[in-house]
């Protein structure tokens, strides 16, 4: 049997793995898929495909694309979400900001740099006419770290996806005063360059059980329950994202990979853009 790490999120969009894993779908193909949990998202993920902590990642689009052209050794086998994620912006329940031009100038929370919360938190900048050169960062790792920072007053707002950050809103935790989608599909799946050197024909086997789930997962019996409880979601709350959310079996196209290249490049987040060849494997 082979053995594979793949890292992702520990949200509602990866619960197709976790299911496919304890149907034990992945080990009657002779694959042992080992799903690591990581609540400090992409930026932590770019790393550990940088130093094979993780062979696979199910990661978000704009984070990849900048890290690999970086120099992560690693592509894009396949867009996993094909929807937007949609960034819910919030500050501390007790905050005296009440609208979101009230945050221009102030300090947001970020995961890590190059971190989904950190791209994105420079794109809501330049959409409302921000100077996103004079943003300020305070580094804080996980959404607990977030609460903490926004609570004590050492970051003013912090970004993340407005579902699973909805429970810390309706507890009185958080204030969310506006959302921000992202321009292009949330998640793709990335995979060491190294690994598709050699293990290719497994990829592209692993991608055909997980798109197998994906294609049905929202016509699965009591799916919307299932997420809640997992989750710590209402109802109503899950079977929203479930109407706005779509999941792919196809890879990125040229299009899309230059539209998120070209938003980072005029961002100054990237420095150069790299070819569909130099980011993208097609199995």
């Known amino acids: 049997m082979k053995t594979f790490k793949i890292a992702g999120v520990p949200e509602h969009f990866n619960l197709p793995w976790h299911l496919c894993n304890e149907n034990g779908e992945f080990e009657e193909a002779g694959i042992d898929l080992q799903w690591i949990d990581i609540p400090e998202g992409t930026g932590k993920m770019c790393q550990m495909l940088r130093e094979g902590e993780t062979d696979i990642a199910v990661i978000l689009t704009e984070g990849i694309v900048k890290d690999i052209t970086a120099g992560n050794p690693s592509k894009i086998v396949q867009v996993y979400v094909e929807s937007p994620l949609i960034w819910g912006i919030h500050v501390d329940a007790k905050s005296k900001y009440q609208t979101l031009s009230d945050l221009e100038n102030t300090k947001v929370a970020i995961s890590r740099m190059g971190s989904g919360s950190h791209l994105m938190a420079i794109v809501n900048a330049q959409n409302q006419g921000w100077k996103t050169n004079e943003l300020q960062f305070e580094i804080v790792n996980t959404i607990d770290g977030a609460v903490e920072a ?3 007053g050492k970051a003013d707002y912090f970004m993340w ?16 005063i506006a959302n921000c989608p992202t ?6 799946i990335a995979v060491r ?10 990829i592209e086997h692993i991608l055909e059980i997980i798109n197998a789930t994906t294609a049905e997962f929202k016509d699965i019996p009591s799916i919307n329950r299932t ?5 710590n979601q209402k109802i109503e709350d899950i079977n929203q994202w479930l109407s706005q959310t779509r999941w792919s079996q196809k890879n990125i196209t040229q299009e899309t990979l230059n539209k998120v290249q ?5 961002l100054n987040l990237i420095n150069k853009k790299s070819t569909f060849a130099e980011m993208v494997y097609c199995l």
Request: proline share 7%; aromatic share 14%.
């Open 227 to 231: 997420l809640a409880e997992r989750y």
């Open 183 to 188: 321009p292009w599909p949330c998640f793709v």
């Open 193 to 202: 360059e190294e690994l598709l050197q050699t293990h290719a024909q497994t």
């Open 150 to 152: 926004l609570s004590n």
């Open 161 to 176: 996806e407005k579902f699973m950050t909805k429970p810390l809103v309706d507890n009185g935790t958080f204030r969310r």
């Open 262 to 266: 070209n938003q980072l490049f005029d």
